[in-house]
């Protein structure tokens, strides 16, 4: 089953054109991470985040609180599940904004949880779902557990900034002590005999030295610190694994569905376009030919010949037809036998080794290996340019392990939508990895790993 590609090699595989350059990547900085770190924008919305999280935290706390404590308090009435409800339904909607605000200034990506699962619609409905919703109470909790955090990290970074900056820039206001308080320059230690002041060059350099480190420490502190907010949104607003899971699975199952259908609307083209047509010609000449055996008998024994060679040709498109659906050897001897027969056809020579002991799989990830192979061999054999290739297949505990290599141009990427990163999708629809190691000049290693099931 080859997987269509465009005109050349490096369209169709996602492989860049030879001779030209390729652009992108991540831009080369003349300053270390360490001294630009101040002045990055991702500083600044990381510190702009941490100034934030102390009022919102505020909000949401004593929204939580409150709601939480009213409907508890109206329990005895009937009053105090609406009541709840609506707090955990607040909750929520402030834990989308709180989503939205990480997204713009920490630049995290968090998926919106599961949405309200009602079996019917109604308030009643409504209200019982958002209490059952685990995705409520979470956010209850994070407005909770959110504030002493918020405080911590905003007291931190604030000391932090500030007393690094100020330090930095004593030498261009200790004049301020001496004009207008009444002392030589920054008081360090005083009682009633002693009093040091920071107010010769020496301190002074000293002092704006300190603060360097200081303000060249700060970008990363306040990094730290919003690690744990990350932790705490992704885990507490975020869908649970769960929930990701589930959506996988449906995503898979789109992949899975699609790629059937497009099998079958292969296999229907080719039988309506290959041994279909030829079937049709083959009666029309085999018809032509009866209504000439008793005039010429010589030029129907011509077309009943022609008739001969159709038919064989047909039969051939028959068999790789059914070859590309479900090859005969696959089920009968294993992938061992299977993988060398596609080996001999290929246009390279292609060593196999197959190192399974015995054992096979079950038929759907016996069947996806052989045509990931197919794939990559047809692949190879029409665009690498190369002259060897090889095969190797093992079993690493519970994950079938493929691996084609080959000696060619190199330089495919499975990354820029492309024949391989379909492939990639059917492989990932039964939880299984395409890897592609492809400089530009050449070798090209492709490893695929699937699940090993037995029957």
Not at 177 to 191: E, H, K, R, S
Not at 271 to 285: F, P, T, W
Not at 329 to 338: E, I, K, N, S, W
Request: hydrophobic share 50%; charged share 20%; net charge negative.
């Amino acid at each position: 089953m080859a997987t269509e590609y465009g005109q050349g090699y490096g369209h169709g595989l996602g492989f860049p054109e030879r001779g030209l350059p390729e652009h992108g990547g991540e831009r080369r900085h003349r300053l270390p991470a360490g001294l630009r770190a101040p002045f990055e924008a991702r500083s600044w919305r990381e510190f702009g985040y941490v100034l934030l999280s102390l009022p919102i935290s505020i909000v949401l706390f004593v929204y939580g609180i409150t709601m939480v404590s009213l409907g508890a308090g109206l329990l005895v009435t009937f009053l105090g599940v609406p009541v709840l409800a609506a707090g955990l339904a607040g909750c929520r909607g402030l834990g989308a904004l709180e989503r939205a605000r990480a997204r713009a200034l920490l630049h995290l990506e968090v998926a919106d949880p599961e949405p309200l699962r009602m079996r019917r619609r109604g308030f009643m409905a409504w209200m019982g779902a958002v209490l059952k919703s685990g995705t409520s109470w979470r956010s209850l909790l994070y407005a909770v557990l959110h504030l002493p955090w918020a405080t911590f990290s905003f007291v931190v970074a604030v000391n932090v900034w500030a007393y690094g900056w100020a330090l930095l820039t004593y030498p261009l206001w200790f004049w301020v002590f001496p004009v207008w308080a009444g002392q030589d320059g920054l008081q360090v230690f005083g009682d009633e005999t002693h009093n040091i002041y920071l107010d010769n060059p020496f301190e002074i350099t000293i002092t704006a030295l300190v603060g360097l480190l200081f303000t060249l420490a700060t970008p990363w502190i306040v990094r730290a610190l919003t690690m744990v907010d990350r932790v705490m949104v992704h885990g507490l607003l975020g869908p649970t694994r769960l929930a990701t899971r589930v959506v996988e699975l449906e995503s898979d199952r789109g992949v899975v569905v699609d790629t059937a259908a497009a099998d079958l609307r292969r296999i229907e083209r080719d039988l309506h376009d290959g041994a279909q047509a030829r079937l049709v010609a083959l009666a029309m000449d085999l018809g032509l030919a009866k209504e000439k055996l008793t005039q010429d008998p010589q030029a129907a024994a011509r077309m009943v010949d022609e008739a001969h060679g159709e038919v064989k040709t047909a039969l051939q498109e028959l068999r790789d037809l059914a070859r590309g659906i479900h090859p005969a050897v696959l089920t009968d001897r294993g992938l061992d036998a299977a993988l060398s027969s596609v080996a001999s056809r290929c246009t390279v020579p292609v060593e196999v080794q197959v190192d399974l002991y015995g054992e096979r799989p079950v038929p759907a990830i016996e069947g996806i290996a052989y045509f990931t192979v197919s794939e990559l061999l047809q692949n190879i054999g029409k665009h690498s340019r190369a002259t060897w290739a090889a095969v190797d297949v093992w079993r690493v505990e519970n994950r079938l392990m493929l691996q084609v290599v080959d000696n060619g141009i190199g330089g495919a990427d499975a990354a820029t939508g492309s024949g391989l990163a379909g492939l990639a999708e059917r492989l990932d629809a039964v939880d299984g990895i395409l890897v592609v190691d492809s400089p530009v000049g050449g070798p090209t290693r492709v490893t695929a790993e699937l699940p090993w099931r037995t029957v």
